[in-house]
T-cell receptor, first 115, second 113 residues
Framework: GEDVEQSLFLSVREGDSSVINCTYTDSSSTYLYWYKQEPGAGLQLLTYIFSNMDMKQDQRLTVLLNKKDKHLSLRIADTQTGDSAIYFCAESMGGNSGGYQKVTFGTGTKLQVIP | GAVVSQHPSRVICKSGTSVKIECRSLDFQATTMFWYRQFPKQSLMLMATSNEGSKATYEQGVEKDKFLINHASLTLSTLTVTSAHPEDSSFYIC?????????FGPGTRLTVT
């Protein structure tokens, strides 16, 4: 079955880089996502990567995918206090004939940015 | 990016009553919408997948007669919690898919007293 795991908590100083890690078990994952959730709010899609890619960079965000080890990471450069939130990784597998792809979420990593 | 709205954002109801939550994709059409439930400090739990014009597909352990889902149009899905009980109190989040991107609503905090 699908299983996505993350460390629960990460604390960094403002201006430093943050690296949030995620491991997954299903090798048939097609897309991998990173979402941000601020307190009391829904999830905001930050970025995603196709399973045939190793890296994707988008401004301060860098996603690295090691498909062999089933390891995904999100690096936030120059972390700001506004980056404090819970970050969820998620994987999506191939869909059925209707095109539905079930997304499985990780446990979430709470990022605390210290001024 | 695509915008998904939910209404209401917060609702308090008495035990035994029913509550309807609306989910709308504002600037795109979504053939598939998802309903999630999130307990405090936990990840999202997929409750059901809603396809426009057809019956919803419920995840194992989710009572379809208790959580009624209707996907009447390409931009609207509703979740009705029937005969709500205090254990139904939770944060309900809808999501809509466009292509391979999935966007989430802001969530609805349901409190059953």
């Amino acid at each position: 079955g699908e299983d996505v795991e993350q460390s629960l908590f990460l604390s960094v100083r403002e201006g430093d880089s943050s690296v949030i890690n995620c491991t997954y078990t299903d090798s048939s994952s097609t897309y991998l996502y990173w979402y941000k959730q601020e307190p009391g709010a829904g999830l905001q899609l930050l970025t995603y990567i196709f399973s045939n890619m190793d890296m994707k960079q988008d401004q301060r965000l860098t996603v690295l995918l090691n498909k062999k080890d089933k390891h995904l990471s999100l690096r936030i450069a120059d972390t700001q206090t506004g980056d404090s939130a819970i970050y969820f990784c998620a994987e999506s597998m191939g869909g059925n004939s209707g095109g539905y792809q079930k997304v499985t979420f990780g446990t979430g990593t709470k990022l605390q940015v210290i001024p | 990016g695509a915008v998904v709205s939910q209404h209401p954002s917060r609702v308090i109801c008495k035990s035994g009553t029913s509550v309807k939550i609306e989910c709308r994709s504002l600037d795109f059409q979504a053939t598939t919408m998802f309903w999630y439930r999130q307990f405090p400090k936990q990840s999202l739990m997929l409750m059901a997948t809603s396809n426009e014009g057809s019956k919803a597909t419920y995840e194992q352990g989710v009572e379809k007669d208790k959580f009624l889902i209707n996907h009447a149009s390409l931009t609207l899905s509703t979740l009705t919690v029937t005969s709500a009980h205090p254990e139904d109190s939770s944060f309900y989040i809808c999501s809509a898919r466009t292509g391979f991107e999935q966007y989430f609503g802001p969530g609805t905090r349901l409190t059953v007293t």
